[in-house]
Nanobody
């Protein structure tokens, strides 16, 4: 079955950096677009960044542009999110996501999330 395991969260001061990792199993990682989402307390989950299966095409939310970098290592079935110049507004639980499509269905898979807390 599909499994996504995030790691790398923590508590850092504003201006600091973190690297999040998502290790995947149970599907052909190298054939799937992957994404990072986040959810802050009292807010909806939002897409932060997305990367194509081969790692060539990347998309970032406006809030992440210039500060976050998404990447992947298909040989390790792992996706990364490098976050620099972190702000208190980046505080959230960060989730790894993959979408699997059937003939007429769509299933979103999520990891358990990793907490990122930025102190001012």
């Amino acid at each position: 079955q599909v499994q996504l395991v995030e790691s790398g969260g923590g508590l850092v001061q504003a201006g600091g950096s973190l690297r999040l990792s998502c290790t995947a199993s149970g599907f052909r990682f190298s054939a799937n677009t992957m994404g990072w989402y986040r959810q802050a307390p009292g807010k909806q989950r939002e897409l932060v960044a997305r990367i194509s299966s081969g790692g060539i095409t990347k998309w970032y939310a406006e809030s992440a542009k210039g500060r976050f970098t998404i990447s992947r290592d298909n040989a390790k079935n792992t996706m990364y999110l490098d976050m620099d110049r972190l702000k208190p507004d980046d505080t959230a639980v960060y989730y790894c996501n993959v979408v699997r499509f059937g003939l007429d269905s769509r299933i979103d898979y999520w990891g358990q999330g990793t907490q990122v807390t930025i102190s001012s």
